[in-house]
Each structure stands twice: as structure tokens, then as C-alpha cells.
């Protein structure tokens, strides 16, 4: 059974940093790319940014460059995602998500790239 699980989030005044993890069981993780999204409500789940499976290819959106920064432990099955100079716009439910490419190909930015999901963990950004 594959599982992610997502953890870090909570509420930050604005400038501030969280660190979100992201567990995952159940699949051959250093195999698989990995995703972060973000969706805030009434919004649709946007693409954050995602690493491949070694860790030598990343990518952000614009609206995060320079102040999201992705990673990936193969060892411990974990991907993190630093999150510093948090802005009142950050505020969403944040998504972890793998499989079943280990590359980031034509689409990753799109949801239905990726398999599997974790439940999300709320970040509030306060101004």
C-alpha cells in the first residue's frame, strides 16, 4: 500500500520559514520524481515544485524562485520542501506527490502526472 505523509505545516507570521516533509512508504521512492502543489481555497492545485529521482533535476514556479527550495533523502524515503520569506499569498494546503516517473517529463506541472497523493498539510501565512 503506498502512502505519503505529509508533515511541517502550521501557521507563520509573513518572513518566516517552515520546513514540510514528506514520508513515503509502499514504492521504490529514490526510483520515483517527486512533486510538490499547493491549493488554496477555492483555488486549483498548482504545481510548486518538483526534483527528480536522483535529486539533480529541480524546478519552481516563478512565484516561489529563490525562496523555495526542494529536496529529496533517498535514504530515509523523505522529500522536503524549505519554505523562507513566506508571504500572506503562500497560504494553502500543501500536496506531496510521487510516481510512476522517475524523470520530470512533458506534464509534471500538470496534476494528473503523478499517481500518488498525500492528504495535505495546511501552511497560513499571517500578515
Known amino acids: 500500500q503506498v502512502q505519503l505523509v505529509e508533515s511541517g505545516g502550521g501557521v507563520v507570521q509573513a518572513g518566516g520559514s517552515l520546513r514540510l516533509s514528506c514520508a513515503v512508504s509502499?514504492?521504490?521512492?529514490?526510483?520515483?520524481?517527486m512533486g510538490w502543489f499547493r491549493q488554496a481555497p477555492g483555488g486549483e492545485r498548482e504545481s510548486v515544485s518538483a526534483i527528480d529521482w536522483s535529486g539533480a533535476s529541480t524546478w519552481n514556479a516563478d512565484s516561489v524562485k529563490g525562496r523555495f527550495t526542494i529536496s529529496r533523502d533517498n535514504a530515509k524515503n523523505t522529500a522536503y520542501l524549505q519554505m523562507t520569506s513566506l508571504k500572506p499569498e503562500d497560504t494553502a494546503v500543501y500536496y506531496c506527490a510521487t510516481g510512476p516517473r522517475s524523470s520530470l517529463g512533458i506534464g509534471y506541472r500538470q496534476p494528473d502526472y503523478w499517481d500518488y497523493w498525500g492528504q495535505g498539510t495546511q501552511v497560513t501565512v499571517s500578515s
Open positions: 509502499g514504492v521504490f521512492f529514490s526510483t520515483y520524481a
